[in-house]
């Protein structure tokens, strides 16, 4: 019997997105603020090309307020979205509305990752695996995915059949087997649909949650 858990989706959502911006933007204006006052007392008047090389460190410097400021506000303003699996049900609670996904009737599941090509944002670099899993019972679908390191998530990619998208641009392994224990690899058009679906209306859960829901949850 499935004990209820409770997986927090979007811990970073939008608001917590935008606000974590908004420090990084006032950080940086703070710091060329500071800047000019020093210079003008110190040194007088300067080079545009000491503007510019001081924009850009203060630029840099300015992200680690931010990130700071990031953890502080996903602590204080949790998201609203949440999945919670039960013995019964898997169930996706919106703001808009709840997606129920009963376990007494057949729930098909889909699982498929691929590489991160460049670095998204400050937490994602590339290298990294995006993986991605989906539910889907009479019209209804619940999708999740994570980000992981390719060691963080090697044992669960092994044990997991994830179908591995790859780059248009490379056609190196479409189709091919993949590592033991993976799914095929290539351009699978029913993939493509998936990971459409993955990026308009999917959630991201941290990588242990996703690991949690993809072996506990139907499959």
């Not at 911006?21 to 603020?33: E, F, H, I, K, T």
């Not at 808009?96 to 729930?107: A, C, M, N, Q």
């Not at 937490?123 to 999740?144: D, F, K, M, T």
């Amino acid at each position: 019997m499935i004990a209820t858990r409770s997986f927090t989706v979007d811990r970073l959502h939008g608001r917590v997105r935008l606000a974590t911006l908004a420090v990084w933007v006032v950080s940086w204006v703070l710091l060329l603020a500071l800047g000019a006052i020093v210079a003008q007392v110190v040194f007088g008047d300067q080079s545009p090309f000491f503007w510019l090389v001081w924009a850009v460190i203060t630029l840099w410097v300015s992200q680690f307020p931010s990130r700071w400021a990031e953890t502080r506000l996903a602590e204080a303003w949790p998201s609203p979205r949440r999945i919670a699996l039960t013995a019964e049900s898997l169930v996706l609670h919106n703001p808009d509305g709840d997606v129920t996904l009963t376990l007494d009737k057949p729930i098909q599941r889909t699982t498929w990752c691929f590489k991160i090509q460049r670095q998204r944002g400050a937490h994602v670099p590339a290298g990294n695996y995006c993986l991605a899993a989906r539910w889907a019972q009479s019209g209804r679908e619940i999708v999740v995915y994570c980000f992981a390191s390719p060691d963080e998530s090697q044992g669960l990619r092994a044990d997991v059949s994830f179908y591995e998208l790859l780059s248009s641009r490379d056609r190196s392994g479409n189709p091919t087997a993949g590592a033991p224990g993976s799914a095929a690899r290539g351009r699978s058009d029913l993939y493509l649909a998936a990971e459409a679906g993955r990026y308009e209306h999917g959630g991201e859960v941290s990588y242990p949650d996703f690991a949690a829901l993809v072996q506990l949850a139907p499959h």
